[in-house]
């Protein structure tokens, strides 16, 4: 074993540290920037994803926040092989992590670990326009096995004619009309000739897997009232 691979096991940890250093042996190719590098020169990743020198025949990195190596782990006794970031990473202000997606997984956790800022891709729509004195209801059918809906906005009018209207409430609901739970409740009312607005948006309020979502009037208000609503939202998988 040469002097660079028994450096290498000397310094290399199998207690399961997660913040331990990694090290491959001098002589490897390891992907930087898009750029095949032959290590060398002994190098150190820093926080801010660029490397720099260090004082051993290898390069050193750590794993991130959940223990998980974003490279593959080198054939030691066939070293020379390429190393190459295999895991999407994201510093958090203290350690490496991997990226999440906006899985129905990950979105269930409702923790926004790992997330990146970005935007989405567009939302899908559902309204609810009846006629006049009837109820508003938009359901957005369930989307299959595992996929979730996120509502992100929601917009529910009552204008009122001749007699006041309300206080009608508005449910969204994790399911069909009038069954499933309500994750979310408001209430709206309007003086003759008047109207009640409710708007909100960048909301992220996640329904069940393979669930359908609801924003709906409970009832109806007076003869010549109006009731719409607009349900908006992505879906994951």
Same mark, same amino acid.
């Given at each position: 074993?040469?002097?660079?691979?028994?450096?290498?096991?000397?310094?290399?940890? !199998? @207690?399961?540290?997660?913040?331990?250093?990694?090290?491959?042996?001098?002589?490897?190719?390891?992907?930087?920037?898009?750029?095949?590098?032959?290590?060398?020169?002994?190098?150190?990743?820093?926080?801010?994803?660029?490397?720099?020198?260090?004082?051993?025949?290898?390069?050193?990195?750590?794993?991130?926040? @959940?223990? =998980?190596?974003? !490279?593959?782990?080198?054939? !030691?006794?066939?070293?020379?092989?390429?190393?190459?970031?295999?895991?999407?990473?994201?510093?958090?202000?203290?350690?490496?992590?991997?990226?999440?997606?906006?899985?129905?997984?990950?979105?269930?956790?409702?923790?926004?670990?790992?997330? =990146?800022? =970005?935007?989405?891709?567009?939302?899908?729509? /559902?309204?609810?326009?009846?006629?006049?004195?009837?109820?508003?209801?938009?359901?957005?059918?369930?989307?299959?096995?595992?996929?979730?809906?996120?509502?992100?906005?929601?917009?529910?009018?009552?204008?009122?004619?001749?007699?006041?209207?309300?206080?009608?409430?508005?449910?969204?609901? @994790?399911?069909?009309?009038?069954?499933?739970?309500?994750?979310?409740?408001?209430?709206?009312?309007?003086?003759?000739?008047?109207?009640?607005?409710?708007?909100?948006?960048?909301?992220?309020?996640?329904?069940?897997?393979?669930?359908?979502?609801?924003? /709906?009037?409970?009832?109806?208000?007076?003869?010549?009232?109006? /009731?719409?609503?607009?349900?908006?939202?992505?879906?994951?998988?």
């Amino acid at each position: 074993m040469d002097a660079s691979r028994t450096l290498l096991h000397a310094i290399f940890d !199998f @207690d399961g540290n997660p913040n331990a250093p990694r090290a491959y042996p001098l002589g490897s190719n390891i992907l930087v920037n898009n750029r095949m590098v032959a290590i060398a020169t002994a190098l150190m990743a820093r926080t801010d994803g660029t490397f720099g020198p260090f004082n051993v025949d290898a390069v050193v990195r750590s794993r991130d926040v @959940d223990g =998980q190596s974003p !490279f593959p782990l080198l054939d !030691f006794d066939n070293a020379l092989g390429l190393a190459v970031v295999n895991r999407g990473l994201a510093f958090n202000g203290a350690l490496w992590d991997r990226v999440r997606s906006a899985s129905a997984v990950n979105l269930a956790l409702l923790s926004g670990q790992g997330a =990146q800022l =970005q935007r989405r891709g567009g939302d899908w729509s /559902e309204v609810g326009d009846p006629g006049l004195g009837a109820v508003a209801s938009a359901t957005r059918a369930a989307g299959g096995v595992g996929v979730r809906h996120v509502c992100t906005s929601i917009t529910a009018t009552l204008a009122a004619g001749a007699t006041a209207a309300g206080p009608l409430k508005v449910y969204l609901r @994790d399911g069909l009309t009038g069954v499933g739970p309500v994750i979310f409740a408001a209430a709206l009312s309007a003086p003759v000739q008047g109207v009640g607005v409710l708007t909100l948006s960048d909301l992220s309020i996640v329904g069940s897997a393979n669930t359908a979502m609801t924003l /709906e009037f409970v009832a109806a208000g007076p003869a010549g009232s109006q /009731e719409n609503v607009t349900l908006q939202g992505y879906s994951a998988t």
